[in-house]
């Protein structure tokens, strides 16, 4: 990743700390089995599986600017500029 990109992230990153509460979580193997699930109906890459069915299993929003969690209906995904609409 480009150093500007790491900035830029890091910077998205604190400006939600303050915005929302994010909470580290554990993956467990009900997350696992979700994950799985997902990337086989909406083939979408492990990673974002794994982001999916902890939103999925915590009722919480994903936000994000990749197209694939648009595609995860069992979960809302918002961009980042409509997530910032909404605050």
């Known amino acids: 990743m480009q150093e500007g990109r790491v900035d830029?992230?890091?910077a998205?990153?604190?400006?939600l700390r303050y915005a929302v509460?994010?909470?580290?979580a554990q993956i467990n193997e009900e997350t696992a089995v979700?994950?799985?699930e997902f990337k086989a109906k909406y083939d979408i890459s492990i990673a974002?599986?794994?982001?999916?069915?902890t939103a999925y299993l915590k009722s919480s929003i994903v936000i994000s600017d990749d197209p694939d969690f648009k595609k995860i209906?069992?979960?809302e995904a918002l961009s980042?500029?409509?997530f910032a609409k909404k605050l």
């Open 8 to 10: 830029l992230a890091k």
């Open 12 to 15: 998205r990153i604190e400006s």
């Open 21 to 24: 509460y994010i909470e580290k």
């Open 34 to 36: 979700k994950a799985g």
């Open 48 to 53: 974002d599986a794994f982001i999916a069915a």
């Open 73 to 75: 209906k069992e979960i």
């Open 80 to 82: 980042e500029e409509e």
